[in-house]
């Protein structure tokens, strides 16, 4: 068997595909080797509480695809690898929730666009992740699945709100996982939970069959144990959707092979701009940005450049003059529910979903006040945030870009720890990604001196994901910051 699957530091997707060539290690054993786990950590032991639920054919699949190798080879590197999906992303053969008690057992009837390609590429779908209720916050609790805890400090929340995904992935649950981010949340369960988290450029990737929180921030993208995974998660999921015309960039295109970007000595000559408006300034900073500078001194060690960016940036300001979900909720919630059709739960509206009172309390003042939305679209606010504010952001980070002539810009994802269960997670940086639409990667940067992950977030330009792998599997390689937790030995 490939012991490198078998541990929270592999680069397994590829170490596995190389070793089941050699019929050394077959799908059905990688699938009952993590249903093991699950049984013994998600559920007992620390009882992470990171799956919803947990495919009940996945054995069965396994077994498919093990079949199909023997006959015909293969389809590729993610070939019988098993995957965790976010329960905000449709599944045509399990319940998507978004981890909401009102839409216990609503069932699409067809799979997301990203998770139909990740099928076509042989993946199993192991189950169904917890995450932060319809994505709607930062430390993954929900009123169908209670808390997720992290793995490495189990009092602590893994982020959010892809905290089960990343969770699972982290304790050596499943090898990969997807998650969605609207504000931060594929990158903070990542720096959280000592992962990759990649938010790929609006449009590399579809968004249809995703639950919305709001589409003009939504993303989707891989969490990972390796850059090298993210690669190939990438790979597979990439691609135009005439379901999603942010995605019609993409038609006629060439993909791009990401893998081509995995070389040791990439941050030799590059730029990266330090964002220090970013940095926290107070005691509680401290630990953060001790690691994150430490990270920053061992990306010049390996060849990098750091510019220092005196661009006055707040990313709370940012937030208070752009973001845009209490727009786009309800309108946006209302057209997912009448998508299911049949598969629709009872509760029809988001009016009706909030009058149900069944949501987790942390989503209740936002909610609210969504609620007077239904055309947002006569909102002179609304529309200079996606317009005019949004455009005059994009082309000031695209100037510093140029005028610097950067490669990346670096900052740490979280200015503070992350917190502990019953805290509502704070100072996060993602916001500058998301709202632009630009990529962003967060890799594993080091632990606080408690033993909490920390990580550091390297942000590109458009369809620059090239670059951003280039200099995230360089550093990686270059400083071996990721360990398992101890958690789930």
Not at 117 to 132: F, P, S, V
Not at 186 to 203: H, K, W
Not at 476 to 481: L, T, Y
């Amino acid at each position: 068997m490939c012991r490198d699957c078998l541990l929270p530091r592999a680069d397994a997707s590829r170490d596995c595909a190389a070793d089941r060539r050699s019929h050394d290690l077959t799908s059905h054993a990688l699938v009952q080797h993590y249903l093991d786990r699950i049984a013994r950590y998600d559920q007992n032991g620390p009882k992470l509480n990171a799956f919803l639920l947990v495919n009940p054919k996945a054995l069965e699949q396994a077994d498919a695809l093990d079949q199909e190798r023997a006959q015909k080879g293969p389809r590729g590197s993610l070939h019988g690898i098993p995957l965790a999906v976010k329960d905000n992303t449709n599944t045509q053969d399990l319940p998507t929730t978004g981890g909401s008690l009102a839409f216990a057992g609503a069932q699409p009837q067809q799979d997301a666009f990203i998770v139909a390609k990740l099928r076509e590429a042989g993946m199993i779908i192991l189950g169904k992740t917890n995450l932060h209720e319809l994505a709607r916050a930062g430390t993954t609790v929900s009123s169908l699945g209670g808390q997720t805890k992290n793995p490495y400090d189990l009092s602590r929340t893994p982020g959010g709100s892809s905290g089960g995904t990343a969770a699972a992935v982290a304790a050596n649950l499943v090898t990969v996982g997807i998650g969605t981010d609207t504000v931060n949340s594929i990158r903070s369960p990542a720096s959280a939970c000592d992962l990759v988290g990649l938010r790929p450029t609006r449009g590399l990737v579809s968004r249809s069959g995703i639950i919305p929180a709001a589409l003009t921030q939504d993303m989707a993208g891989p969490i990972t144990r390796t850059v090298s995974d993210a690669a190939l998660m990438l790979e597979a999921m990439q691609g135009p959707d005439p379901k999603d015309p942010t995605t019609a960039v993409l038609v006629g295109a060439e993909p791009a092979h990401y893998g081509a970007a995995l070389v040791k000595d990439g941050l030799k000559g590059a730029r990266i701009g330090v964002l220090r408006s970013f940095f926290g300034t107070r005691d509680e900073n401290a630990e953060v940005n001790r690691v994150v500078g430490e990270a920053i001194d061992r990306m010049r060690a390996l060849g990098a450049e750091p510019v220092e960016l005196s661009v006055p940036l707040d990313v709370d300001k940012l937030i208070a003059t752009l973001d845009v979900q209490k727009w786009e909720s309800k309108t946006q919630i209302d057209q997912w529910l009448r998508d299911l059709g049949p598969g629709a739960p009872a509760i029809h509206t988001f009016d009706d979903w909030v009058a149900s009172g069944r949501f987790d309390k942390t989503l209740e003042k936002g909610l609210r006040e969504a609620q007077p939305y239904d055309h947002p679209e006569n909102d002179p606010e609304y529309l200079q945030r996606i317009g005019p504010r949004r455009k005059a952001l994009q082309e000031q980070i695209l100037a510093i870009f140029a005028d610097q002539r950067l490669d990346a810009i670096v900052y740490p994802h979280q200015k503070i720890l992350v917190v502990p269960i019953g805290q509502s997670q704070v100072a996060r940086n993602g916001f500058l990604a998301s709202i632009t639409g630009f990529p962003a990667i967060t890799v594993p940067a080091g632990f606080s001196s408690g033993g909490v992950p920390i990580g550091v977030e390297l942000m590109g330009k458009p369809f620059a994901e090239l670059t951003l792998l280039r200099l995230a599997y360089s550093y990686e390689q270059g400083s071996h910051n990721r360990r398992p937790p101890a958690s789930a030995p």
